[in-house]
């Protein structure tokens, strides 16, 4: 009961300050609102991309978005493992297959079957490379055979990277957008690797044209 | 009763009345012309008009909650600006330090500086101490690559969005004989002569506009705009000559000042915005943009305006 109070509390205030920080601003697609059920798919460059996303969505969306993130970073203390697990209600898979118990498409699909949407960041990793996005994990691809019914959302989160850089413990406030693409689903016969490619261009295609390098 | 009190309540009936007026033009203007919410200009207007109403509410309840709700009301502008100001520049990995001191620790000095008011410290802060000491936290990281242009712009976006900005409240800080604890009244003056300058431009332009007055900055200022926008504005503040201590004719000549400055540091500003290839600093406002995008002319003639207060009425 005051666990839940907590997090209540927690998730309003991280929130909070995530806006004044970045006073983030949701750009919808034309088509409008994702379904209520989506596969949200971002670009990660931040820990706190989920945040933004979840700070942007509605929040008919947000309380059935649920962000996938590693185990082994969440469970670290105990601090991470209430945000992670009781402020977010993270999806937690173990990202080393040597350490897996479970199979993390398995646990996805599970939380999907419950209703549940999800956040996850295909790239498997924060990108702190000069590329703008690393090679997708097959994961979205997996997902999408197993419930070819759920739209899947390209997102993109813009500047984000820039608000905390890596190393830096401080944060800067600079406005953030996130762009919300066209809901895709899985098309009959397609494979895995023209799959991953449509969904990465997807995700690209939201990107702002890149004018100046951000190093 | 006080008689500022009673001022300030007679310029909020005047401003809400014009709203009235003006949110009355707007709903009959998208009866006749936009029902279905089709016509871009019309739905803008309205949102400009209804951003307007929260914008006037805003400053009245800092007015009301005095000299500390004035002070907290403005550091919010420069932070909101600073932030829009911010994104917009060139920054490396290697600002990060000099930028996040910007936003954590020259903001809230330069107006803990006016609260206490030091003024002497206060007016030299940014231009001095903020100056050599930003190029000198960003030196440290080593990144030479584009180094006097990213600091500079750094500089630019605080002596705009942090000190230019806050001679708004400085104006409390200034002692002028016969005019005790009516200074807040200078800024509703500012604030209106400088506002309703812009509108003026907008509307006179809109009506009369034929002659681009700066084709390649800013497309729809027009000379006529201009010129009617500035007389008017002048005449307003020339006709508000009993909140300030002027008698009208230095009214009318330091709210002509006022204009001008406002007119060309929006000239400024867009031509920033060009630069980088933006219609809008932001997405603060609805209707208007970004809240420089509201605020650039303010913070073009708000320092003036003070000096000039400053140097001819008051004693400090």
Redesign the interface.
Known sequence: MIRDLTAKLASIAIMMFARALT?A?AIWHETGLPPKQSIYFANHSSHGDFVLIWAVLPPWLRERARPVAGAEYWLKSKLSAFIGRDVFDAVLIERDPAARTQDPVEQMTAVLNDGSSLILFPEGTRNQTEARLLPFKSGLYHLACRRPDVALVPVWIN?LN?VM?KG?F?P????CTVTFGEPMHLKAQETKDEFIARAEAAMLALAPPS??D?? | MSAATLDMLKLLLGVGGILVLASSIGYVLKQRLSPDGSNGAIENLNARIKAWWAMVVLIAIAFVAGRVGVLLLFAFCSFAALREFITLINTRRGDHWAIAAAFFVVLPINYVLLWAEQYGIYSIFVPVYAFLLMPIIAVMRGDTRDFLLRIAEVQWALMICVFCASHVPALLTLQIPDYEGRNVLLIAFLVIVVQSSDVLQYVWGKLFGRTKIAPTLSPSKTVEGFIGGVASATLIGASLWWITPFTPSQAALMSFLITLMGFFGGLVMSAIKRDRGVKDWGHLIEGHGGLIDRLDSVVFSAPIFFHLTRYWWSLT
């Open positions: 006073a601003r500047n820039r850089p830096e401080v800067i406030p600079l406005i004018t100046e951000d190093a």
